[in-house]
């Protein structure tokens, strides 16, 4: 079973539709994060959670919230989604015991925005 | 700011070349490095990390990468590459207390 899970694998939406994409696991750790990945700029952070009750913005938060329900669930919602939202996004978890921050991937979201 | 590098968007080897793949990252304090790979329509997989001894750090699936830091670059090599090891691979810089930086990524197409 995959330590790091995402649901759903693929979405298909129109401007204006609220979504959520959903990200669990199992690994236990503290961290979690959210990635947009756009061809040719690599990964960029939306948003991190270093516990239930920390949530913090990244690279390129506007136009997306998130939401730490539980230390193994964070979930991330476009409000009104727009077409250049369109793009692969991947949730990731680390441990903040470990003094260094290995990043473990779930298998990503595809999301399409007509 | 951190920052990372690869200046190959993409490359091309055949079978059973070796591979040479480059980083290079601008970091203030000693970074930790790691090398991820993506398969087709896969999440990412961590190849190999430094984070301090060794400058030569072996990996999964025969990679290995050399932290030099005169030269503030961290390559991925693999002496013989296989068809199976076309994919995407990121570098990263990451530091205690620090989010992650990803590089924009090298595609890798395997000739047979």
């Known amino acids: 079973d995959a330590d790091v899970t995402q649901t759903p694998r693929n979405r298909i939406t129109k401007t204006g539709k609220r979504i959520m994409l959903e990200c669990s696991q199992t690994k236990g750790h503290d961290r979690m994060y959210w990635y947009r990945q756009d061809p040719g700029l690599g990964l960029q952070l939306i948003y991190y959670s270093f516990d239930v009750k920390d949530i913090n913005k990244g690279e390129i938060s506007d136009g997306y919230s998130v939401s730490r329900q539980a230390q193994a669930k964070f979930s991330l919602s476009l409000e009104s989604a727009i077409p250049n939202q369109t793009a692969l996004y991947f949730c990731?978890?680390?441990?903040?015991?470990?003094?260094?921050?290995?990043?473990?991937f779930g298998p990503g979201t595809r999301l399409t925005v007509l | 700011a951190q920052s990372v590098t690869q200046p190959d968007i993409h490359i091309t080897v055949s079978e059973g070349a070796s591979l040479e793949l480059r980083c290079n990252y601008s970091?203030?304090?000693?970074?930790?490095l790691f090398w991820y790979v993506q398969s087709p329509g896969q999440g990412l997989q961590l190849l190999l990390k430094?984070?301090?001894?060794?400058?030569l750090v072996q990996g999964i699936k025969g990679f290995e990468a050399e932290f030099k830091r005169s030269q503030s670059s961290f390559n991925l090599r693999k002496p013989s590459v296989h068809w199976s090891d076309a994919a995407e691979y990121f570098c990263a810089v990451g530091a205690r207390g620090q989010n992650f930086v990803f590089g924009p990524g090298t595609r890798l197409s395997v000739l047979p």
């Open positions: 430094y984070f301090s001894g060794d400058t």
């Open positions: 970091y203030g304090a000693t970074p930790y």
């Open positions: 990731a978890t680390s441990s903040g015991l470990a003094g260094y921050n290995e990043q473990f």
